[in-house]
């Protein structure tokens, strides 16, 4: 082996480098704000020497999992370029679980430390009950956490600082739980070398520059908020402003003040933010990029965020846990004529469409999204059977059903398992939905299907009306059937305060698929009872 060729492991990959490089070049640049407090390059790499030191200190070694239970701040991002610094595994755990649920994670992941904060001791506590060889570790100086817990602070060591770990490009950075909207939550393993492809390929397809300003008003345990924001920003040298959790109106008002250029928004959180009063009237000129993920947005809500963000790149997009975010985007320039795609493959990722036999498909058919490139996670944590099913002809299966254009333009239909088969046609619940949010009394919508003993299953759909707005069955089924084949409209319409979601925000089919199981078995034709629809060949 040439002598000029580096070994694969060492400090380049390792992210908390990057803040080094920054902190080097140009110290007093701001990196983070929160709570009114303003930190530069210098401030956070320091800051990170020193917890790393601590945590060293504390017993913790490369490659024990560090769960981290807290709501967004600034110390959460210095945690997690700390763990890093140490070559540790940094486990960011949704604050809206159970603490059975909370539990579960640590368990499974064979956690070595866990880190919380006071707000969220009442989770904490409980959920970390009868694990004695678990450190605990909190955020916050107060008596209220309980016997057993260390403030990090108390960790931080004031003397010499650590070398940086060498770390292997697949060695595991992270590990992030899925939401399991299907089963039990599995771990992603994150690796060095997909956090570093990440950030270089986002930094490229969207532009990013010292001078952006991001914003991160959503949960920092999501790729969304933690990826496509934070992580990306602070590679490219920019800013990143935080907000502890989303207040529709203080991103407003936080896009106003800090002069925010880019931000990452969830299609539920997206749909709060247009409807802040007078936000027609609000200076929001300096928003240049507005990235979209989780779930599908309906197409009237798109419209509507295009209303109020006249000037900004709003670029719908693709990606999953499991690719550490934000595989596909929607160009600025195709934003009207390609309204509905989620855009084309961003660099260092390649995207076929397969059918049910592991081959690719000709252009406009639809079929599995499979993926495959250096920013794909390394498989499930001690999960070999769901990773080699994920796994199959070298590309990663997603369980997305879509269809690419002429163009190359993605467009997602369902997920392989919400696709409806009513007497061997495919109803797309997304399709569905997009009527019903078409609807001006309608607020929300899901559609799952229903089994029907003449047509195997029928669409059923799930709304809650707008604030003040009356609706009713018949009203809802009449506005479908004049916008979509009778075989498409729900034949069961049930009325909610709110559709069931998950702690990321992403609604849960699977618990209206059993209420609707619950309700009562197999449908006989429409709310009307009259089975208006055609034979299919």
Known sequence: ???????????????????????????????LAFDGRPRTYAELCEGVRSLAAGLLRGGLRAGDVVGVLAFNSDAFI???????????IFMPINYRLAPEEVRYLLEHSGARAFVSEDELMRL?????????????????????????????????????????????PDDVQRLMYTSGTTSRPKGVMISYANVAWKNACHTVE???????????????????????????????????????SFDPAAVVSAIERERVTNVWLAPAMVSQLVRVPGIEDRDLSSVRLIIDGGEKMPLPLIKRVLEVFPSAWFADAYGLTETVGGDTFLDKGRCLEKLGSVGKPCPYIELQIWDENDNAIPVGAEGEIVLRGPKVFQGYWRDDVATMDAFRGGWFHTGDIGRLDDDGFLFVVDRKKDVIVSGGENIASPEVERVLYEH?????????????????????????AAEGASLDQMDLVKHCRDRLASFKCPKHVEFLDALPRNPSGKVLKRELRERVLRAGGL????PDGVEDRPMTS
């Not at 370029?81 to 070559?87: D, F, K, P």
């Not at 991001?214 to 933690?226: E, K, M, Q, S, T």
Request: hydrophobic share 40%; aromatic share 6%; charged share 20%.
């Open 523 to 526: 449908a006989g034709g429409g």
């Open 1 to 31: 082996m040439p002598t000029n060729i580096p070994s694969s492991t060492g400090h380049g990959w390792n992210p908390a480098s990057l803040l080094e490089h920054h902190a080097d070049r140009f110290p007093d640049r701001r990196c």
């Open 206 to 244: 969207l532009a990013m520059t010292p001078d952006d300003i991001g914003l991160v008003a959503g949960p920092l345990y999501h790729v969304g908020a933690l990826d496509l924001t934070a992580t990306t920003l602070l590679h490219a040298g920019g800013a990143v402003v935080v907000q502890r």
């Open 78 to 88: 210095e945690l997690m370029y700390a763990v890093s610094y140490v070559g540790a």
């Open 440 to 464: 001006p009394s309608v607020l929300e919508a899901a559609v799952v299907a229903k089994p029907d003993e003449k047509w195997g299953e029928v669409p059923a759909a799930f709304v809650v």
């Open 124 to 168: 904490a506590v409980p959920a970390c009950g009868g694990m004695p060889d678990l450190r605990r570790l909190s955020l916050d100086d107060s008596l209220d956490r309980g016997e057993g817990w260390t403030h990090l602070e108390e960790l931080r060591d004031g003397g010499e600082r650590p070398s940086m770990a060498s770390v292997g």
